[in-house]
């Protein structure tokens, strides 16, 4: 059997995140490889995946907040709001100043409400947006309640192109998961007046993975690393060490005395240093809501 962790890779242009697992399943010789957090072919950087009893993280650490490094093109729309889609309209972006830029950004930061692109995975009517959009229908989706607590411009350039006077605004965001970048560029053209979509995006951490960590695929076909499960929990999640008792009652699956750490996840190691499980608080005790190393 493989060991237990986290591989962050810096996923390549034009790869799936089922392809990433799909060769990383050959490269660490299982296939319990799952991944947290979709990246879309076009976007690059950070991917966690887990390896083993690793994949019992991921639906935690998908809650996380990420930064992304993306480029907005203001001038043309397309119908995925990305450069993946089909062109749409286009209008001339030359006037658009930095101070408007900046401006629209500020709209956009805090806590709003965002509509998710026509290609989102959300159903409607128990129907995928996405497969309505290929079909050519426009689905009726609802705003979402997202965080965006950093939009940064850093820079502000004309593009000059035979298809339209364009303007691309480079940036750092850094947000709640469940927001669509590219739905941030939508809806910066759309104020603007101009339109836009997602022309870059490079996502560079997830939670405590940052893309110093990350390693390409070729650089982890000739050496294949990961992060222990331990460590894993650690980096992301408060740490509480329980005695003997405790420990013993946590790998049966019930419950102990609540943790001052928060309401969890927190990870919960035995006195030897073996990552246990992850706990959350409940009215008057911890309860165990992954458990790594059961009796």
């Not at 397309?78 to 500020?106: F, I, K, L, M, Y």
Request: proline letters at 6%; one cysteine or more; hydrophobic letters at 35%.
């Amino acid at each position: 059997m493989a060991d237990s962790g986290v591989v962050v890779v810096d996923k390549p242009a034009d790869w799936t995140s089922h392809d990433v697992v799909a060769r990383m399943r050959r490269l660490a010789g299982t296939r319990r490889v799952g991944h947290a957090g979709t990246l879309d072919p076009m976007a690059t950087g950070v991917l966690v995946l887990g390896v083993e009893k690793g994949t019992k993280l991921l639906g935690h650490l998908t809650l996380t907040e990420k930064t992304y490094e993306a480029t907005f093109r203001l001038g043309l729309t397309t119908n995925t709001d990305d450069a993946e889609g089909e062109p749409g309209q286009r209008r001339d972006a030359s006037a658009v100043t930095e101070e408007e830029v900046r401006a629209a950004t500020a709209k956009l930061t805090g806590l709003i409400q965002q509509v998710p692109p026509q290609v989102s995975a959300i159903k409607v009517d128990g129907k995928r947006a996405y497969k309505s959009a290929r079909e050519g229908k426009e689905v009726a989706l609802e705003p979402r309640e997202i965080t965006v607590s950093q939009f940064d411009v850093t820079g502000v350039r004309p593009v000059e192109d035979p298809g339209g006077a364009f303007v691309d605004v480079d940036a750092v965001v850094s947000c709640s998961s469940g927001t669509y970048i590219r739905s941030l560029a939508r809806d910066m053209g759309q104020d603007l007046g101009v339109g836009g979509h997602l022309s870059v995006l490079r996502r560079t951490r997830v939670g405590p993975y940052e893309a110093s960590q990350a390693r390409t695929l070729d650089q982890l076909a000739e050496e294949y690393t990961q992060v222990p499960l331990a460590h894993a929990v650690a980096a992301g999640f408060p740490v509480r060490t329980m005695d003997e008792g405790e420990t013993k009652r946590i790998r049966h699956g019930n419950r102990i005395g609540p943790s001052s750490l928060g309401d969890g996840p927190v990870g919960l190691f035995a006195p030897d240093g073996t990552v246990v499980a992850l706990g959350e608080n409940r009215p008057g005790h911890m309860k165990p809501v992954v458990v790594f190393d059961p009796a």
